[in-house]
């Protein structure tokens, strides 16, 4: 059974710097795209970020210039370098990966989510 763990989140100042990490573990054979999602309070999910296997990356607007999306196959982890802050990036964050297992048809999991708070 695959799993995603994710760490990271906490409270931080306008301004302020976060690094989030979402992390695969179980039996699989690869790992296709992996994405960022977020859900702030009364708002829908959205996505934020992605990177393809072969490290080809998207941002949504809001975040281009201050997030930094990346992977380590090795470590079957991905990353959010999230800088400059503000606090309309106060949500839920949720890593979102497309596992292609031994046997099988890929399939899309979801982490359980890490709660960002940015505020003074």
């Known amino acids: 059974q695959v799993q995603l763990v994710e760490s990271g989140g906490g409270l931080v100042q306008p301004g302020g710097s976060l690094r989030l990490s979402c992390a695969a573990s179980?039996?699989?054979?690869?790992?296709?795209?992996m994405n960022w999602y977020r859900q702030a309070p009364g708002k829908e999910r959205e996505a934020v970020a992605s990177i393809t296997s072969g490290g080809s990356r998207n941002y949504i607007n809001s975040v281009k210039g201050r997030f930094t999306i990346s992977r380590d196959n090795a470590k079957n982890t991905m990353y959010l370098q999230m800088n400059s802050l503000k606090p309309e990036d106060t949500a839920v964050y949720y890593c979102n990966v497309d596992i292609v297992p031994a046997y099988g048809l890929p399939r899309n999991l979801w982490g359980q989510g890490t709660q960002v708070n940015v505020s003074s």
């Open positions: 179980g039996s699989f054979f690869s790992i296709n795209d």
